[in-house]
């Protein structure tokens, strides 16, 4: 007489057994009482046996209480009553399926690193590993892409939506003369693939926004901030707070640089140090307040430093330590830091926990803070018909390198002095010329605008709208942006 | 399938990730189960019981006689098991080509993503019944009225 015997069926595979938690065959072996169940339910087979008709390494099958691995496995003989249960191994594991390797190349290359005790060839492993996204390719992030590309970091990707300009090539060392006008990464990718072609380098050319920071962002291990204006600054560390991703953070000024880790567990944020922004104006940025041009060689190496050091897990790494270098006195000085318990970002009860408009806390209102009179706008179709009538008149577009590369008016006299350039060079222009100041949307024109007229110009206009307006209304083959 | 439950229970998990970091943890999900939504009762941590301890820092397993005590113990409470939890440290809440070959269809796999110690990203995951992929499943968290 054939032996019945019940089989258990896990919660999980159900669904190909007819939703029954127990079926019952008839058989002498294991084996065979398996061989029905998946006869019967074909699509059991797949989820139990591999393709060469063994078992997967993650089923397990019991009888009684019993793993039949350790009684004769599928022979194992059965009794009348037994419960065979089908018991699913549940593993995994972070990606490992390809193991990290070097080629005879990368090993000479990296050999001053493999002879490291603190290194050798496991260190180098998880620089490979390591995913490093450093926020501008500027003066800080010159010096770090060439160290962290130099030293192997296997996926290093890049934020900056700027031009090479001419003022760039004072420290920022990663461009040539040749670079000038050309896009920041495209001149970046060329010279660190150049240095190191077994790194794999992702250029991101955009302005980081609090929309497509946290996206950004998650497919990193380690985020570099070597941006120069505060809204960013609070930016990045929000993010990478909100994300639990350290954020190794440098910036300079003039003889001065900065250096610390933020966002780390257990360490303090950004927010910690600073609650609160600087009023508007009040702290002046390179482009206003000038900086060394070496400055930035020394900072951002310290910033690679300490990027390598936490990708290779080693040494004391500057979380809860604020290091300022001094390069007229030439002295490096050490603050602590702590966490704030009321910080409302990384403290225990945080009122941020989403991405603001970090223009609108750093007080950068978009809004004209200038009114001007009624007869110092012109609109772009009066302006069209002054030019066509021969008027000579100069035009000052105030608006970035970047947005000129996208869309200029042509066929006029105009000069581009950024916003910020322009008290510096307000010489270039003369005070008896018919001068037309324009922006993107005539916000920025207008305080330009102002800063002319303190200075003693009085021919002036603002153009309505900017190129936007004149976009819609003269030339529409002119891009808006 | 939507996995539903409580602030408490993705707590639950965030700690104990960011406790056993740098190694992997992992555990349970107990609760009901119905055509499209699953809802979490209890979180059971689990011993990670892979073979190599040293590798526990990228490797998980939950030994089977675990599971056949919380099966039995959830059947007992008229529950069944939802799925299962286990943390990333330093990777992606996604689940690897490791995770892939081990999974079962039907379970829930909930995924902690830990960035240097602590809990980042949290995502679900269901393995697609002829094994080439996986779905992402919906996670509401909310309190229990």
């Known amino acids: 007489m054939a032996n019945r015997v019940t089989v258990l069926v896990p919660t999980a595979l159900r669904q190909f057994a007819n939703n029954q938690e127990t079926v019952s065959y008839d058989g002498d072996t294991v084996g065979a009482i398996l061989n029905s169940l998946t006869t019967e339910y074909g699509e059991l087979r797949q989820h139990l046996y591999r393709e060469n008709g063994q078992l997967r390494n993650f089923v397990n099958i019991y009888l009684n209480d019993e793993d039949i691995r350790y009684l004769e496995k599928a022979n194992t003989p059965v009794a009348d009553g037994d419960t065979v249960t089908i018991v699913p191994a549940i593993a995994g594991g972070t990606a490992t399926e390809e193991p990290i390797t070097f080629s005879s190349e990368e090993i000479g290359r990296y050999s001053r690193h493999l002879i490291m005790p603190e290194v050798t060839i496991e260190g180098q492993k998880k620089l490979k590993a390591a995913r490093v996204l450093m926020i501008g390719a500027g003066g800080l992030g010159a010096p770090m892409g060439l160290y962290l590309a130099a030293a192997g970091i296997g996926h290093l990707g890049i934020v900056d939506s700027d031009l090479v300009d001419d003022s760039n090539l004072q420290r920022q060392v990663t461009y040539t003369t040749a670079d000038i006008g050309v896009p920041k990464l495209t001149a970046t990718k060329r010279r660190l693939s150049g240095l190191n072609p077994h790194i794999e380098i992702t250029t991101h050319e955009m302005r980081l926004t609090s929309e497509n920071a946290l996206e950004l962002f998650k497919d990193y291990d380690i985020i570099a901030d070597g941006t120069d204006n505060f809204p960013t600054r609070y930016l990045v560390n929000d993010a990478c707070v909100l994300l639990g991703k350290p954020n190794v953070y440098a910036s300079i000024f003039r003889f001065e640089g900065q250096v610390s880790i933020f966002g780390a567990a257990d360490g303090p944020c950004y927010r910690c140090l600073y609650p609160e922004p600087p009023p508007p104006g009040l702290v002046p940025s390179c482009a206003e307040g000038g900086v060394l041009g070496v400055l930035p060689g020394i900072v951002g190496a310290l910033q690679a430093a300490e990027v390598i050091k936490l990708a290779l897990g080693i040494g004391e790494p500057l979380i809860g330590r604020l290091l300022r270098f001094d390069a007229l006195k030439m002295q490096f000085r050490e603050y602590k830091l702590r966490r704030d318990p009321d910080c409302p970002v990384c403290g225990p009860n945080p009122t941020i926990t989403g991405l603001i408009d970090y223009d609108e806390f750093c007080g950068i209102t978009l809004t004209p803070e200038v009114n001007l009179k009624a007869q110092q706008e012109i609109t772009p179709v009066e302006l069209k018909q002054n030019l066509d009538a021969g008027e000579r008149i100069v035009i000052v577009d105030v608006r970035e390198p970047h947005e000129w590369a996208i869309s200029k008016i042509e066929n006029a006299d105009v000069r581009f002095i950024p916003l910020g350039d322009l008290p510096a060079r307000m010489h270039e222009l003369n005070t008896a010329d018919e001068i037309v100041m324009q922006c993107r949307s005539g916000v920025r024109s207008a305080k330009g605008l102002a800063i002319l007229q303190e200075a003693g110009f009085r021919k002036l206009k603002n153009l309505t709208g900017g190129i936007l307006a004149w976009s819609d209304t003269v030339d529409s083959t002119v891009a808006k942006y | ?145």
């Open chain 2, 1 to 145: 399938m939507r996995v539903i439950w409580t602030p408490e229970h993705q707590e639950q998990i965030a700690r104990h990730s960011e406790a056993g970091y740098p190694n992997e943890i992992c555990g349970f999900l107990l609760g009901t189960q119905t055509t499209d939504a699953k809802t979490v009762l209890e979180v059971v941590p689990a011993e990670n019981s892979w073979a190599a301890p040293e590798e526990h820092h990228r490797r998980f397993q939950i030994a089977p006689d675990v599971f056949l005590r919380e099966e039995r113990r959830a059947r007992e409470a008229g529950w069944t098991i939802l799925g299962f939890y286990h943390s990333h440290p330093n990777h992606p809440a996604r689940p690897s080509e490791t995770d892939r070959e081990a999974a079962w269809p039907g379970y829930s796999y909930l995924i902690q993503a830990v960035q240097h110690g602590r809990a980042a990203e949290i995502h679900s995951w269901q393995l697609r019944n002829d094994r080439s992929g996986y779905d992402e499943e919906e996670i509401i968290t909310r309190s229990l009225a």
